[in-house]
């Protein structure tokens, strides 16, 4: 897949949360949150559909492009966050993953089989103009008959009602830091835009570094909506296997017909 200058962002562009952004911070993602079977499920896709060469928006620290490239894929890690690109670009088969700092708004020519969007990435874009910026720049970068998978919580579930520290509150020992004491704390809730902090105390010297996100709780109906606005068809619906009930894994395939635009 050649790699060349991309498209202008048509809006601003985003500022990662210094959960992935803050180089103090973005190295404690993996140790912090280790079980990352949940990309078992995403892997399976990806044989499922039989792809070969596959985009993963918003790669984070690389854990899933990193996997893929060991399986002899053809990856590209696109994420805004360049501290994670930095963890990424350190773990095994990293050298074989193509990793971009940016967006899906910015990419080269691509013609993958497969775009990825794990971890609820496709709620971090709350605006309606960033998700259909973001949802056209997939359809761009997906030759035509090719998927995308992205996961979204049930907002019925109402996931935020257990984001207080009671629920979140932890203590981890990490090599090189110390103890690390993390917890989160909804901030706001706005209809369906929640908007929270997570509080880092690191080390004997208890630094306190935190971390504000929002997040769109779209429904079912208003995915498949947007998809389709963006030539990109609804093809299954499954259940996440390590959340069942509260996350839809939703497959959508790109029209064949569709232009580039």
């Avoid at 190295?27 to 039989?50: I, N």
């Avoid at 090599?175 to 809730?189: I, L, Q």
Wanted: charged content about 25%; some cysteine.
């Amino acid at each position: 897949m050649p790699v060349r200058p991309g498209r202008r962002r048509p809006y601003p562009r985003p500022v990662p949360d210094a959960a992935f952004a803050d180089p103090r911070l973005a190295p404690l993602y993996d140790p912090l949150d280790p079980d990352r079977s949940d990309l078992d499920h995403y892997a399976t896709l990806v044989d499922e559909l039989g792809a070969r060469t596959v985009l993963d928006v918003g790669c984070g620290t690389g854990t899933f492009a990193c996997l893929l490239a060991s399986r002899g894929l053809d990856v590209v890690g696109v994420d805004p966050a360049r501290a994670s690109l930095d963890v990424a670009r350190g773990k095994p088969c990293a050298d074989a993953v193509t990793w971009i700092e940016g967006d899906a708004t910015t990419l080269p020519p691509l013609a993958v089989d497969l775009a990825t969007m794990t971890g609820n990435v496709a709620q971090v874009f709350v605006t309606d103009e960033a998700w259909a910026a973001t949802l056209a720049g997939v359809a761009r970068a997906v030759r035509p008959g090719g998927h995308l998978v992205l996961e979204t919580r049930v907002p019925e579930r109402r996931a935020w009602l257990e984001w207080d520290r009671a629920h979140t509150h932890d203590v981890t020992e990490l090599d090189g830091v110390g103890r690390v004491e993390t917890w989160t704390e909804v901030t706001e809730v706005r209809d369906d835009v929640v908007s929270f902090r997570s509080t880092y105390v690191l080390g004997p010297a208890h630094e306190v570094l935190t971390s504000d996100s929002t997040l769109r709780f779209r429904s079912l109906a208003q995915v498949t909506a947007s998809l389709g606005a963006a030539g990109l068809d609804v093809v299954d619906v499954r259940e996440a296997p390590d959340r069942p009930g509260r996350e839809h894994v939703v497959v959508a395939r790109r029209r064949p017909d569709r232009a580039a635009s």
